[in-house]
């Protein structure tokens, strides 16, 4: 996971990244998410939004880890 993480990164650049929480408890949590970037190779902006569910044990490891998002693309301007 940390080395697919290490590899995404060098791929996008000017990043934006936030969050809501929706709902926790002891060991669960809800959230709804959203991304954008400007993809290096093909200058594409990129726009995500999810929502994320993590469910947690005794020792706060996360035992399940749930994710569902929608993205699209937009060209950039000399290409339109």
């Excluded at 709804?32 to 044990?57: C, M, N, P, Y």
């Amino acid at each position: 996971l940390t080395t697919y993480w290490q590899g995404v990164v060098t791929t996008q650049k000017d990043v934006t990244f936030s969050y809501q929480v929706l709902s926790v408890n002891l060991f669960a949590g809800i959230a709804h998410w959203s991304a954008e970037f400007r993809r290096v190779q093909s200058g594409k902006h990129t726009e995500f939004d999810g929502i994320l569910v993590a469910e947690f044990d005794h020792q706060s490891r996360c035992k399940l880890f749930r994710e569902w998002w929608h993205s699209h693309q937009i060209a950039r301007m000399d290409e339109s």
